[in-house]
Nanobody, 123 residues
Framework: QVQLVESGGGLVQAGGSLRLSCAASGRTFSSYSMAWFRQAPGKEREFVAS???????YHAASVKGRFTISRDNAKNTLYLQMNSLKPEDTAVYYC?????????????????WGQGTQVTVSS
């Protein structure tokens, strides 16, 4: 089993920055694909960014250039650095992982999820 625990969310003004962390425990491997998703009230869960073995990353167009996904395999921790935040970034942010390989963007590809952390950006 894999357990994921997110932290780092909060309230920030537009233009500000936050760094989310996701600590993984249990059976985790550096080769696992990991990702961040977000879900705003009344909306579908949305892909944000993914990372795979070797540090390969993929970011959604809506966050590219503002958000950066990274991982520290020694610490079993996934990060999401969020800069130039906008009110439309307000959502619950979830980390997810899967033993499957590749830069996966579909929520259905991931079998393990954290409980989420709230990010609120005020205008």
């Amino acid at each position: 089993q894999v357990q994921l625990v997110e932290s780092g969310g909060g309230l920030v003004q537009a233009g500000g920055s936050l760094r989310l962390s996701c600590a993984a425990s249990g059976r985790t491997f550096s080769s696992y694909s990991m990702a961040w998703f977000r879900q705003a009230p009344g909306k579908e869960r949305e892909f944000v960014a993914s990372i795979w073995s070797g540090g390969h990353t993929y970011h959604a167009a809506s966050v590219k250039g503002r958000f950066t996904i990274s991982r520290d395999n020694a610490k079993n921790t996934l990060y999401l650095q969020m800069n130039s935040l906008k009110p439309e970034d307000t959502a619950v942010y979830y980390c997810a992982t899967t033993p499957r390989a590749g830069l996966l963007t579909a929520a259905s590809s991931y079998g393990y999820w954290g409980q989420g952390t709230q990010v609120t950006v005020s205008s």
